[in-house]
């Protein structure tokens, strides 16, 4: 177990409960549509007893991307904490079969293993509620320095940051991966997440990111600009690549000092965008970790998202290799 | 909680771990394609280990049925036993979730919750590996003979004849619903589930059953015959209705002497046979239970079945009784 890897994803592990629900529904539970929430144990509880009828499918949005780099055929590992119970058991099991490399150990004490309800509105766009639980749990000293020296990329996930004790785990993670002369990625993942975090996103994106993920309003919120253009200038000032998404109008990404446009990817039926964000970045870091120019990550980025907006689920169900064999030849 | 119910399902409470197989899958791991095997905790996790990602949702046989009752609008209970577990509250979850009553507490000891490995093969058929665990655990004892008194039919599984005890609350569930003078239902599940119990299974139908589910194979194999219409007859001479499953060609209906075939519903997209025969009872039992004929009742069969295998997972997504709604008027 001691090849090299593409990507290192250090995230939440997290089983999704996705159910079907109007917005009434989303009115009645305090839930603002399209964002993630934080609840505790009884809020857990009581939103769970609201729900309909579920299915439960392995998430976390670091460990979605690290199963998309998997699909395309990269090598991927992904870092984060689950306990010894039940859905401890189906996260390891569905990361590791997905051909990820998933070197932390249960915790045999602690929170019970962490889970987000996903409520799908008719138009597809999905709203959150995440306990934490055991993911909440990491530290660093679940990051093993040897793991992130190993990948070329080591990817973080900005929901991490809502827990002290893990937010340390990423400040270790992405000191070892640049004592190791490895590039270091960012999502900021939620713009309550950088409503949140901004003071210290800003600090990390300053000194510490290679290469920042964000949707629009995101990265705006992190700069407190209105413009995006704005945004991805002050951020294209500290990190080599910045890859700002907008949903059904692609990407951009500024590279280099280059800044390149690229088409969303066309997507049939449009079913539940829960993990198109994650599944943008895996293609994104497979195709930089491959060499590839930031038009054809892009590319990548946009054609994984749109296998996974195409289903119910936050991981690809088609391999994305297959899929991606029109862009590399 | 006492107010009448048009059925009461009693059968094996299991969670669904669905995943996407194929036939050299089967092989490798001795599984015979359609059928259902019984596999211990060892082989559960060995078998899991070898599985890809999976999809959870919540299944079994007799659930799956007083689901869809519930899903076309009647009223219906579920008798089966979970663990005191994770699993355990995702089952006890869904079926509530689904308005489907469910009476009997969760086990405080005792094997984990059980769980069903399903491999769907490109062809959409299922292959089912069962570890009963907690639901093989069902004894007489959880079968309250009130809420059985309050449904017009009371539908038993053959599944669950695999464990004695839980045989023994079959048997005082019939006895239960005959003397509040309510119907008694069976399907025989399974082929292999017949083979192992043609006896008891013959001596149920005989003495117990007033509605038969069962495939042509099943039947054929209860009376050892090689002609389904022998099998047919035979089970007309002790029950007063037997419907006869026959996938893409719909069902025969024997009922009250007269003969009834009745087509198949239209399918678009075949995905996941799981749950076919089970939403068809569901149809079936409900315009049984509202006075609807022997050809209605095979209709709302027909139509509750084509919706469950248009998707993954064996409950419906759809409601049925919007989609009835061209039958029913």
């Known amino acids: 177990m001691h090849h090299p890897l593409d990507v290192v994803a250090v995230g939440n592990a997290l089983l999704d409960v996705l159910t079907a629900g109007d917005e009434a529904f989303l009115a009645e539970h305090g839930m603002v549509k399209g964002a993630m929430v934080l609840i505790d144990a009884d809020q857990a509880d009581r939103l769970y007893a ?8 392995s998430g976390g949005s670091a460990a979605n991307t690290a199963v998309g780099v998997a699909s395309f055929g990269g090598d991927a590992a992904f870092v984060g904490r689950v306990r ?3 859905l401890g058991a189906v996260f390891a099991h569905d990361i590791r ?25 008719p138009d597809a766009e999905r709203t959150m509620a995440t306990f934490l639980g055991a993911s909440g749990e990491l530290t660093s000293a679940d990051v093993d320095d040897a793991v992130i020296g190993r990948a070329a990329v080591t990817f973080l996930e900005g929901y991490l940051f809502d827990r002290p004790p893990a937010k340390e785990a990423y400040f270790r993670a992405a000191a070892a991966a640049h004592r190791a002369r490895r590039r270091v990625a960012l ?23 290679d290469v920042l993920f964000a949707n629009e309003l995101e990265l705006c919120r992190l700069y407190e600009v209105v ?29 280099a000092g280059a800044r390149v446009a690229v088409p969303a990817h066309p997507v049939e039926h449009l079913v539940d965008t829960t993990g198109a964000g994650d599944l943008y970045a895996a293609g994104f870091l497979y195709g930089l970790t491959r060499g590839h120019d930031a038009e054809l990550c892009g590319r990548l980025g946009s054609l994984a998202a749109a296998e996974v907006i195409s289903h119910v689920g936050a991981r690809p169900v088609a391999n994305l290799a297959e899929l991606a064999e029109p862009l590399l030849g």
Request: aromatic content about 4%; some cysteine; hydrophobic content about 40%.
């Open 84 to 86: 010894d119970d039940q």
């Open 50 to 57: 609201g729900m309909g009828p579920a299915v439960e499918v």
């Open 187 to 209: 999502t900021l993942s939620d713009v309550f997440c950088v409503e949140r975090h901004r003071d210290e996103f800003r600090r990390l994106v300053r000194e510490q990111v």
């Open 97 to 121: 079969a997905a051909g990820v490399e998933f070197p932390v150990r249960p915790a045999t004490d602690g929170s019970p293993s962490g889970r987000s309800l996903i409520l799908v509105t």
């Open 227 to 255: 413009e995006p253009d704005d945004a991805l200038a002050a951020a294209a000032d500290h990190c080599e690549t910045v890859a700002l998404t907008r949903s059904e109008r692609g990407s951009v990404v500024l590279h």
